[in-house]
């Protein structure tokens, strides 16, 4: 029981810490997600809080990773191509 309610505390807190980040450092940083840049979709912040919305904790964060090793691969791609002319920051920390 106790393990289950720590995993909820968790979910909501990242889900919550998510919200604070799309709603006030994203739009000022100054860039794109690399990986909806290239691909069109979700960026990583959207994908990873629906990923805490929908699985289980452990779930969530070995996606989670795997999204992040993806959107290194995105901005190392976009930057190959210098697209638009811009220097590509990947939002993702190098895991």
Do not use: W
């Amino acid at each position: 029981m106790h393990s289950a309610r720590l995993d909820g505390i968790t979910r909501q807190s990242t889900i919550h810490t998510i919200n604070l980040y799309q709603q006030h450092l994203s739009p000022r940083k100054g860039f794109d997600c690399p990986h909806r840049v290239l691909y069109g979709d979700q960026s990583c912040s959207e994908y990873v809080k629906q990923l805490f919305h929908q699985q289980n904790l452990g779930s969530a964060v070995r996606q989670s990773v795997q999204r992040f090793q993806s959107c290194a691969l995105a901005a190392k791609t976009l930057q190959l191509q210098n697209h638009g002319g811009y220097i590509v920051i990947p939002c993702c920390l190098p895991i």
